[in-house]
């Protein structure tokens, strides 16, 4: 038992193993289910997952850790993700990087001191007609310069 | 009731639609303006989103971009009636929409519903001759669907551009009880949107192609193997599934037709290798995305080892056109051996971004200028980059090249999805050209060394050479390491990333510091 996760967590995640245990396939949305609800996949319920899928632990500890967008930690209240492709370092994105590491205090991979945003990379958003473009939790910005970001977030994140 | 629309897609939305949208419908009640609020798909003029549109007896009159701020006067200048002289008179009044220049020249084929309807109205998809294609191909045998998809001459616009009709015969020829159709819907190549549209404001489209594919050649089992960064297109395509299988368009006894298509969405995790349609595979099976050999093909051992086709977004939702209207009909439009039309995507620093389908042979300079109104900037276009992260970068000297796939090829450049991303005359290529090792480095997945340790390798180099050390046998470590990838990668992710660095370092070897001489020897 892990003692960081509540009760009703550990409710949550054993419904979604139950409703995914003989889905083909099932791992990966079953990672999404418990990573949309928890906020991460706690490296204590790999055994349990690997059990009822009929994996090793190694192999779930190994999907988890393959795709970028599934962490085995948890990370801040909201997560703030900066394009860095080539469509929005045509438009300055090398730029608004840099200042939103400065204005944040943060690097990439790392949650601010209050723990309420954690900054990460991204790959394209698909949203290349409006360069530069950021993700805030799961809605798109674009056309976007530090201090818009930073209006966002204070309106997101702190409204 | 007069009708006024506001785009729904993610990059309005990204410009602010949803105020644009609320604040319209609170002048109205506020104002007492009887309106009916439509949530259509975005028609793909960027630079002018969010776009509102008004119906008129004459057509959609189009107003934009509408801020929150503009809604007050628009109200004032009465523009639901859109074609009286004082709404014509408002600054952000655009005239019929049809009548744009963007989109006028446009041949919008798999595009032709987009931003037209209400992208989760299946009454809206049936009216603008949505299900004709199934229709047709309900009263056809398999073998006479995929001639028709094979005689139109489509081929994958995921980028591979190979004949989607050769690829369907294999899975229906080959002898299984169960075969699959898998959308590969990870479209993570910058520069590109086309997909995204497609599944946000004409879902339908794409649920009605994939029927028919798996009618055609005897897969009962749909995927739709969405990256994790859509989520606008995750909602959309859950809740035209859901109305589908209500409609009888999909599940058990399609349509009366004794046919069987089930389909689901399954989330992709931010892997840009799963584009690659083994390793997509390998992901939907619910492991780690290594891409597998080939052979065996995956139309003949593909998910869970059964006949499956793996398609993009853009080839699925072009064949209810095709078996709608024919395969004439489609093969009519392109040249060479590139039939049909390409859903272009212009990106980057221009200054009109958005979407243009037209037939393949219109060349980059009519995209870039006519279309594109050259950089955002103000600037010179210096290069562009066209069919995503692993696409050769251009000179200004190869913009008189036709969107074809094999003019690209001849010029060691590829078409790809259709993406192009423009660069003004500040871009530093050499930068770029470290970049595209740095993005192969984060994104391989780790199974073939020259990807695993060449794009490292490739970071190394690029910077000692930006540096200037040792610099002319650093650039022939560069070339060397590169025909390495090259040729000895297992797809085309490490196989291709020598086309963005190469490109650069050829077109561009003065930000290399090379004078043209030196990087010609």
């Keep these: 038992m892990d003692n960081t996760l509540s009760h009703e967590q550990h409710v949550q995640i054993q419904a979604h193993i139950q409703a995914h245990q003989h ?37 779930v500890h190994g999907v988890v850790s393959f795709y970028h967008h599934f962490r085995s930690h948890p990370i801040g209240k909201h997560v703030l993700q900066v394009c860095r492709a080539e469509s929005c370092q045509s438009m300055g994105s090398a730029k608004l990087e840099a200042e939103l590491k400065a204005k944040l205090g943060v690097d990439y991979h790392q949650t601010t001191a209050d723990g309420n945003l954690t900054l990460l990379p991204v790959y394209c958003l698909g949203n290349c007609g409006c360069s530069p473009a950021v993700m805030l939790d799961d809605e798109v910005y674009g056309r976007m310069s530090a201090d818009k970001v930073t209006a966002l977030i204070s309106e997101v994140c702190h409204g | 009731m007069v009708k006024v629309y506001v785009p729904i897609d993610s990059t309005a939305l990204s410009l602010g639609a949803e105020r644009t949208a609320k604040k319209i419908m609170q002048e109205a009640q506020a104002r007492g303006v009887e309106i009916t609020l439509v949530r259509n798909g975005s028609r793909g003029l960027f630079w002018l989103e969010p776009l509102v549109e ?23 200048a009465g523009f639901t009636q859109a074609q009286a002289d004082k709404a014509k008179a408002h600054p952000l009044y655009l005239g019929l929409t049809d009548e744009l220049a963007w989109l006028k020249k446009q041949q919008r084929l798999t595009f032709a519903r987009v931003g037209i309807t209400d992208p989760l109205s299946l009454e809206d998809y049936l009216a603008h001759d949505g299900y004709q294609g199934l229709k047709n191909a309900l009263a056809m045998s398999g073998a006479d669907i995929v ?10 616009r995921g980028g591979a551009a190979f004949p989607t009709g050769i690829k369907w015969n294999t899975v229906l020829n080959a002898p299984a009880e169960q075969k699959y159709v898998v959308c590969n819907a990870d479209e993570g190549d910058s520069g590109t949107y086309s997909d995204r549209m497609i599944m946000e404001d004409d879902p339908f489209v794409l649920i009605e192609g994939m029927t028919i594919a798996g009618i055609a050649v005897g897969a009962t089992q749909g995927y739709i193997y969405l990256r994790s960064e859509y989520p606008h297109a995750l909602k959309t395509l859950n809740e035209a599934i859901r109305k589908a299988n209500l409609a009888g368009y999909l599940g058990e006894n399609i349509q009366g037709s004794g046919h069987t298509f089930h389909l689901e969405v399954r989330r992709a995790a931010g892997a840009y290798v799963c584009g690659e349609e083994t390793s997509l595979l390998e992901s939907l099976e619910g492991k780690r995305g290594l891409v597998r050999f080939k052979p065996p093909l995956p139309a003949i051992e593909g998910l869970f080892g059964k006949p499956t086709i793996v398609n993009n977004v853009i080839s699925l939702a072009t064949v209810p056109i095709i078996l709608d209207k024919g395969a004439q009909y ?3 439009y392109g040249m060479g051996r590139s039939r049909g039309t390409l859903p272009i995507q212009l990106a980057g620093n221009l200054k009109q971004t958005g979407l243009v389908e037209l037939a393949f042979g219109a060349t980059l300079r009519e995209l870039l200028y006519d279309y594109g109104g050259g950089a955002a900037s103000g600037r010179p276009i210096r290069a562009v980059q066209v ?31 259709g993406g192009i991303v423009a660069f003004d005359d500040t871009v530093d290529m050499a930068k770029m050209a470290r970049y595209a090792f740095e993005f192969c480095a984060v994104e391989s997945c780790g199974k ?3 990807c695993r340790i060449g794009s490292t390798r490739g970071v190394e180099v690029m910077d000692k050479i930006v540096l200037g050390k040792n610099h002319p046998q650093n650039v022939q470590l560069l070339r060397d390491l590169s025909d390495t990838m090259l040729n000895g990668s297992l797809c085309a992710l490490g196989g291709m990333t020598p086309y963005p660095v190469l490109s650069a370092l050829n077109h561009f070897p003065e930000d290399f510091g090379l004078s043209n001489k030196e990087a010609a020897a």
């Design chain 1, 23 to 59: 889905v083909p396939g099932g791992l990966m949305p079953l990672l999404h289910a418990i990573q949309d609800d928890i906020g991460y996949v706690p490296e204590s319920v790999y055994p349990e997952i690997a059990k009822a899928l009929a994996l090793s632990v190694a192999e």
């Design chain 2, 54 to 76: 008004v119906e008129t007896a004459q057509g959609r009159v189009a107003f934009g971009p509408v801020q929150p701020s503009d809604v007050a006067g628009l109200f004032d």
């Design chain 2, 147 to 156: 001639k028709a998809v094979t005689d139109s001459g489509l081929r994958g």
């Design chain 2, 330 to 332: 489609y093969a009519d």
């Design chain 2, 387 to 417: 069919g995503g992260p692993l696409g050769a970068y251009l000179p200004e000297s190869q913009f008189d090249t036709p969107l074809d796939y094999e003019a690209f090829t001849k010029i060691w450049a590829v078409l790809g999805h």
């Design chain 2, 448 to 450: 073939c060394t020259p």
